[in-house]
């Protein structure tokens, strides 16, 4: 059956219109002037037989039947974005989304020999904040992500450890230049807080069988890893970190381990990418240089605690 639909170009007119509620800056979006806007807008009025806007002075006001129209267009045109934008990702870059703290003290680096060993596969990475790990493929602009979970995903997903987090205290080197703490330093430190619920220093200490005898304290919280390493790092106190991502400063002194022993967290940092994603092969060559990656690197000796 033939679709009975008005024409694209003034459908695109009219979304833009209504969005920013002014013919000229739909016109500046859409790079046609203002008085094609005002045509296909026009021409959308009398396929519908009804008016789509209204004046109120200088300014454009929706009419009945225009919101009624409008959300199911920008659905539509977000659907037809989602369409196009998988077809463009089998020959372009792969869009990759992490989170910040992993971004910048282990991704990074790895991204860039990626590039060196792969010069076929360009990824663009965005850092994101998020207080929960998570993507939507549907309506955001991204082909992957690494994400900090239990493992739990979609089943149209695909996906793929690269590590396990590993919780464990982290402090200035000079702190940790005589060797580990003895109970009552690490109950009289500062504690940091990378998050503001506290939950790492709770997990740890419990894991631990020290949560009755370290108070958590109500010490200065971040909201995010990353600065609370940074803090603990420059002496302002005791922070939690994952110990794959301090690994490396460990090793050349820019952090101490005042008490070494890591706590699982049952997270881990996984990429994920769709099934129905398009150029396969380039999700798999990241996977493998990444959990190659990982596999190469040398971690402080610690005590490895499961909770």
Request: glycine letters at 6%.
């Amino acid at each position: 059956m033939a679709r009975r639909l008005p024409p694209l170009y003034a459908l695109r007119a009219f979304e833009a219109a209504a969005r920013h509620l002014s013919f000229t800056r739909a016109a500046e979006e859409l790079a046609i002037t203002q008085s094609a806007v005002s045509r296909h807008v026009r021409t959308l009025e009398e396929h519908f037989a009804c008016r789509l806007f209204e004046r109120a002075g200088r300014h454009l006001r929706l009419t009945e039947s225009a919101r009624l129209l409008l959300p199911g267009l920008r659905d539509g045109f977000d659907a037809l974005e989602r369409a196009c934008a998988s077809l463009r990702s089998e020959e372009g870059a792969l869009r990759l989304k992490a989170p910040s703290t992993l971004t910048v003290r282990w991704l990074l680096a790895r991204l860039s020999r990626f590039r060196m060993h792969n010069p076929d596969i360009e990824v663009q990475l965005t850092s994101a904040w998020m207080d929960v790990d998570g993507v939507d493929f549907q309506h955001e602009p991204y082909d992957c992500a690494v994400l900090l979970s239990d493992g739990s995903f979609p089943d149209d997903w695909e996906s793929a450890l690269l590590f396990e987090e590993w919780l464990i205290p982290v402090c200035a080197p000079e702190a940790a230049a005589d060797g580990p703490w003895d109970l009552p330093r690490l109950q009289a430190a500062d504690q940091l807080h990378p998050t503001p619920d506290r939950r790492d220093w709770r997990r740890w200490l419990k894991a631990m069988k020290l949560d009755r005898q370290v108070p958590l304290r109500s010490g200065q919280t971040f909201d995010m890893l990353e600065l609370g390493i940074v803090a603990a790092a420059r002496g302002y106190g005791v922070s939690i970190g994952d110990l794959l991502m301090v690994a490396e400063d460990v090793a050349d002194r820019r952090l101490g381990l005042p008490w070494p022993s890591a706590v699982f967290s049952g997270s881990g940092y996984y990429l994920v990418w769709p099934k129905a994603r398009r150029g396969q092969e380039r999700f798999r060559r990241l996977r493998d240089f990444l959990q190659a990656e990982v596999a190469a690197m040398r971690l402080p000796q610690v005590e490895f605690v499961r909770s």
